[in-house]
């Protein structure tokens, strides 16, 4: 037996939060019955329905995607835009991004369908660790690097202590190259904290997420994640939350 909400995450509709969304606002149904409270555990052989349609028992897939700049990281986009399900076209699960990188930002990001997964990963009390690497304008030292080593105060909260290094500086064009380690995952993140100390993002990639690189791939290019990396991760979420 498992919770409702943990059910419907799995069966690839939605994230747990919205899942527990569709619950609370009456779009779930159990052997036919409106559920509207959380908690309750169905088994295999129970019809869950969300607005009159059957779960699909998809199997979980795990893809990691070299998301190139200028792609939305979404399943659709009012805009019409570019999204990243736009690259994966052999996939026919319906998976969507864990968490989100900027419009402009390329590197590493994993889609899903798995939403208890992709809770697992972006809830904020344990974030695991990414990697960033930003050219920046201006020249930057370990001196003007050192705040976010504390952390900076963005909208009224402190970030978490990052771990900083000056790659290389290029003094015809006044711009560098800096590495940044960070747990969290607020909106623009890596930007913001570069701004606060004066060195403004002109470019930004995430190189490296928990036990996971870009090796071997191309932008716009993406491999499926084996049994042993999925559990790493969720091993890694575990050991740092
Ligand atoms: N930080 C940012 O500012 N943007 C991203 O896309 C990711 C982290």
């Given at each position: 037996m498992e919770r409702l909400q943990k059910v419907i995450a799995q069966s690839g509709v939605a994230s747990r939060r919205k899942a527990e969304e569709l619950i609370a606002g009456g779009h779930v149904t159990v052997n036919h019955k409106l559920v509207t409270e959380m908690g309750i555990k169905v088994s295999p052989n129970d019809k869950v329905e969300v607005d009159g349609v059957p779960l699909s028992h998809e199997s979980l897939v795990y893809y990691l995607f070299y998301k190139p700049r200028?792609?939305?990281?979404?399943?659709?986009d009012d805009k019409e835009r570019k999204v990243?399900?736009?690259?994966?076209?052999?996939?026919?699960e319906r998976i969507y991004p864990v968490g989100r990188l900027d419009y402009d930002t390329s590197g590493l990001l994993l889609l899903t369908n798995d939403g208890d997964f992709s809770q697992k990963l972006t809830h904020p009390s344990h974030e695991i660790e990414k990697v960033y690497v930003a050219k920046v304008k201006g020249l930057a030292s370990i001196e003007s690097l050192n705040p976010l080593k504390k952390g900076v105060i963005i909208e009224g909260k402190r970030t978490a202590p990052a771990k900083v290094r000056v790659i290389s500086n290029e003094r015809n064009t006044n711009t560098s190259i800096v590495e940044l380690v960070i747990h969290e995952g607020r909106n623009h993140q890596v930007k913001n904290m570069l701004q606060a100390v004066?060195?403004?993002?002109m470019k930004l990639k995430r190189e490296r997420y928990g036990n996971l690189d870009l090796k071997g791939l191309q932008p716009g290019y993406y491999r499926r994640l084996s049994k042993k990396e999925v559990t790493n991760l969720l091993l890694l979420v575990k050991e740092e939350g």
């Open positions: 200028g792609v939305i990281s979404a399943v659709k990243v399900t736009d690259y994966l076209t052999d996939v026919t004066n060195l403004p993002v």
